[in-house]
Each structure stands twice: as structure tokens, then as C-alpha cells.
């Protein structure tokens, strides 16, 4: 049974046209991470949601925001697409902050044209 | 900050032979170590983790080690199959904030020859 559900699995946008990826769980975590991973690189974390806390990474770009409407769903949206934003987009659930395992859901491929 | 990083980007074996991975850290306080699989077009699975208060770790198949005097730990896969053909990565968390935020290393693929 899927616990971390990534909606669409492939999305195509065009370049400056926004897109919204969503990320859903089942297994009631507090806390939900979104990650983007470039060919043959290590997943970079964008930014996390401790509960309803919002957690940004310092480097991660403002064409980027996130948004946790309640426990199980959370949300990327990129205002407007760059061609370097093609990736895999991978959302993550860990049950509380600390050492925890993450629950990764099998990825959104963004294709920018 | 920390900076992660595996020894080799690819790893090649054959089907049987055991197969290790490396992975080394740079902050002495990370306190907590994981190491996922990634096979093509998924996203990470867990595979195995260790604390810092432990030096080894055995799974099914695998056995993770950590070596806090160098900052190195290692992922051994015995009898390595075809399916274990797959990006391995280490993530190391440390406290930051009062949460545990896992950096993850470049990752390691291994090929497996049957």
C-alpha cells in the first residue's frame, strides 16, 4: 500500500507557466519534506514542514513555495518555471523531527519546455 | 554545514560477490546515519540506519558500519544480486534547530553482472 502518494508521476509546463506538484500521506507524520534531485545528483533539500511550521532552506530559490493545508497533503508550487528547474521532485515524511526514518513517495519528473 | 561524500560513483560487481560502499562525513556531531536504495525512476528506500552509539549494524543482506574516529561509515551488501543494482546513498543528520535534517551524499551506483 502506498504511504507517500506523488501526484502527477511526470508533469510537463512551459517555461514561466506555474505548476503546482502535490504530495499526500498515510501514515499521519508530522513532518513533510520536499526534496528536488537533478540526474545523477544527490536529492537537495528545498524545505520541510515540521506540523504546520514552516522550515525554508537558505539557498532554496523564492520561485519556489510551499503550502500544508492539513497533516496529510502538501503542496510545491513554482511560480514560473525555469528550464534549470527540470527534476525530480520527491516529496518525504519522517513521524516526528528527530531521528527518524524518512518515508520518500516515488516522485514527480518535471519536464520544462 | 555538513558536506557528504562517497568514494566512488560507480561500482561495479558480480552476481554473488559482496559489495561494499563507502561514505564519508565531515561533522564529528552528526549523530545519525542512514542508507538508502534509489532504483531508476523512484524515490529513495531505506535500507538500513545506525546511531552514533553503535559501530555496526546488520540487516538482511546488509551490514553497515561506522567508524567515528575517521567520519566513514560503509554499506556491505553480501551476495549481491541483480536486484540490488540500484543508486545507493548515506545520509547523515545532525541536530540543527532541535531537528535532525539528513544531508545526503552524491550516491554510489552499483551494477550488478549476472
Known amino acids: 500500500d502506498a504511504m507517500v502518494i506523488q501526484n502527477p508521476r511526470y508533469q510537463v509546463t512551459q517555461f514561466g507557466k506555474p505548476v503546482t506538484l502535490s504530495c499526500s500521506q498515510t501514515l499521519n507524520h508530522n513532518v513533510m519534506y520536499w526534496y528536488q534531485q537533478k540526474s545523477s545528483q544527490a536529492p537537495k533539500l528545498l524545505f520541510h514542514y515540521y506540523d504546520k511550521d514552516f522550515n525554508n532552506e537558505a539557498d532554496t530559490p523564492d520561485n519556489f513555495q510551499s503550502r500544508r493545508p492539513n497533516t496529510s497533503f502538501c503542496f510545491l508550487d513554482i511560480r514560473s518555471p525555469g528550464l534549470g528547474d527540470a527534476a525530480m521532485y520527491l516529496c518525504?515524511?519522517?513521524?516526528?523531527?528527530?531521528?527518524?526514518?524518512?518515508?520518500f513517495g516515488p516522485g514527480t519528473r518535471l519536464l520544462v519546455l | 554545514g555538513e558536506s557528504v561524500g562517497l568514494h566512488l560513483p560507480t561500482l561495479s560487481v558480480q552476481e554473488g560477490d559482496n559489495s561494499i560502499i563507502n561514505c564519508a562525513y565531515s561533522?564529528?556531531?552528526?549523530?545519525?546515519f542512514i542508507w538508502y536504495k534509489q532504483e531508476s525512476g523512484k524515490g529513495p528506500q531505506f535500507i538500513i540506519d545506525?546511531?552514533?552509539?553503535?559501530d555496526k549494524r546488520q540487516g538482511q543482506r546488509v551490514t553497515v558500519l561506522l567508524n567515528k574516529t575517521v567520519k566513514h561509515l560503509s554499506l556491505q551488501i553480501a551476495a549481491t544480486q541483480p536486484g540490488d543494482s540500484a543508486v545507493y546513498f548515506c545520509a547523515v543528520s545532525s541536530r540543527s534547530g532541535g531537528s535532525y535534517i539528513p544531508t545526503f551524499g552524491r550516491g554510489t551506483s552499483l551494477i550488478v553482472h549476472p
Open positions: 561533522n564529528s556531531a552528526s549523530d545519525y
Open positions: 545506525i546511531r552514533s552509539n553503535m
Open positions: 518525504a515524511t519522517s513521524r516526528d523531527a528527530g531521528e527518524e526514518t524518512q518515508y
